[in-house]
């Protein structure tokens, strides 16, 4: 349902035009939908539309959104060194412009850690997270886009 109704308000969003904020958070939402249902091949179209639109947009907390959205489709895809690191990435720049975590997608991603963090172990795991963390933007967005 929730897919559903993403897909009907992107009518009204693409008669503004493609290059609207509420683009971002509808693809973002669709993405997150099909993480949560673990297509990582769909996450993946739609969270990467996202996180361009929000790096040319300049909408950081899509940006931070985005790049969790994308550690998840990391961990599916068994990179779960990447997933740690894109987290990292994601929460250092959500906390830096204060923005909460992306409603809705908590178990999601609480999910995929646990798993990634059962996988690594916890000190790679922190280590990747911290890496993560110190990556500037345009770093950060550079490497989520190279899939």
Known sequence: RAAQLHKESLIPFDQIGPRHTGTIWVHQGLGETALAQGDAT????????????????????????CLAGLAGVAALNEEPERA???????????????????PGIRATHQRLQAMVRNQLGE?????????????????????????
């Open 42 to 65: 769909l996450a993946t179209t739609h969270l990467v539309e996202a996180l361009i639109l929000s790096r040319d947009l300049g909408d950081r907390a899509g940006t931070s959104w």
């Open 84 to 102: 740690a690191w894109l987290w990292g990435a994601g929460e250092a720049l959500r906390k830096s412009i204060g923005s909460r975590p992306a």
């Open 123 to 147: 000190a790679v795991f922190n280590a990747k997270w911290a890496e993560g963390q110190k990556a500037s933007v345009e770093e950060s967005v550079d490497k989520a886009l190279r899939l």
